[in-house]
């Protein structure tokens, strides 16, 4: 087997694939916490909404503690049950995204998750001014992938509005000339985990879901939207959560099935592995010629 790039992470215990099964035609990114750090307008908007629970009608609602994934799922629900907000520990960390969130909140309630993701877009507009580039070579990796043939979009939760916003005053200049493609959480019916944000994008490039259309993002979520989607998953571990921490949240039960095709730690990562996987399915194809 070809060595794995820089950036690529091995998984030693777990039945994740090393690197994905095809090469990409295509390379679909999450926004927030992937490619930028909205952290403090996030965490604000949350600390924001969740003491509305009962007035948005959404206090009984929430998930039972005994109903969640994980050992730490359930800590987070007992958690906002009895206070009213995130544990101070997890604000601090800064780990775990808005939409993971919502999700070990309500579980498979959509109804829930629209009208808090609504609240939370009320809150969010007073805060939408802070974003910077998570990693300072984004730009230049972005580039890599474009010059390699490869068509580049971007995935956000956010309302359109929001992430236009966003997009125009990252790293001071804006990044819209780097993107193919974008959709917004408000462009669908239907936002992450459900798969119809990654069905838009690809319609609009041209192409049918397959392994060679790669989604990239940094949440349990990202994983489920892509593998229900049909197309590859690459989990984004920019948080650099550890090997045991990356089984528990992708467990492969019955229950929890998705598991991403590969992990990177960066975009460079990524671009890495998107660039080596395109040359070599270019020596194989002048091998077959």
């Not at 259309?213 to 989990?235: E, N, P």
Request: charged share 30%.
């Amino acid at each position: 087997m070809a060595p794995v790039p820089e950036g690529i992470r091995r998984r030693a215990t777990m039945s994740i694939l090393q690197l994905p099964h095809a090469p990409p035609a295509a390379v679909l990114i999450d926004w927030h916490a992937t490619l930028v750090d909205t952290h403090d307008a996030m965490y604000h908007a949350v600390d924001d909404v969740l003491p509305r629970l009962e007035e948005l009608g959404l206090w009984e609602r929430l998930l039972r503690p005994e109903e969640s994934k994980t050992i730490e799922d359930a800590k987070l629900v007992k958690y906002v049950r009895e206070h009213h907000k995130l544990h101070p520990k997890i604000t601090a960390q800064r780990k775990i995204s808005r939409t993971d969130i919502f999700e070990v909140l309500f579980g498979a309630d959509g109804d829930a998750k629209r009208r808090i993701h609504r609240a939370f877009d009320d809150c969010y507009k007073n805060y939408v001014d802070e974003v910077h580039p998570l990693e300072p070579d984004i730009r230049a990796q972005l580039e890599r992938l474009r010059a390699a043939g490869v068509p580049v979009g971007v995935i956000s939760n956010r309302k359109r509005d929001f992430f236009e916003h966003e997009l125009a005053i990252v790293d001071g200049s804006g990044w819209r000339d780097l993107f193919d493609v974008t959709v917004c959480g408000d462009d669908v019916a239907h936002r992450k985990p459900a798969p119809d944000m990654l069905l838009k994008a690809l319609a609009e490039l041209g192409l049918e879901p397959s392994e060679r259309c790669w989604y990239a993002g940094d949440s349990t979520t990202d994983v489920i939207a892509a593998k229900d989607a049909g197309i590859t998953a690459i989990f984004y571990n920019g948080a650099h959560w550890s090997q045991s921490w990356l089984d528990k949240i992708f467990p492969g039960t019955v229950s929890h099935p998705h598991r991403p095709d590969a992990v990177v730690d960066s975009i460079g990562g990524l671009t890495g592995l998107a660039r080596r996987m395109l040359a070599n399915g270019k020596r194989v194809e002048r091998a077959r010629a």
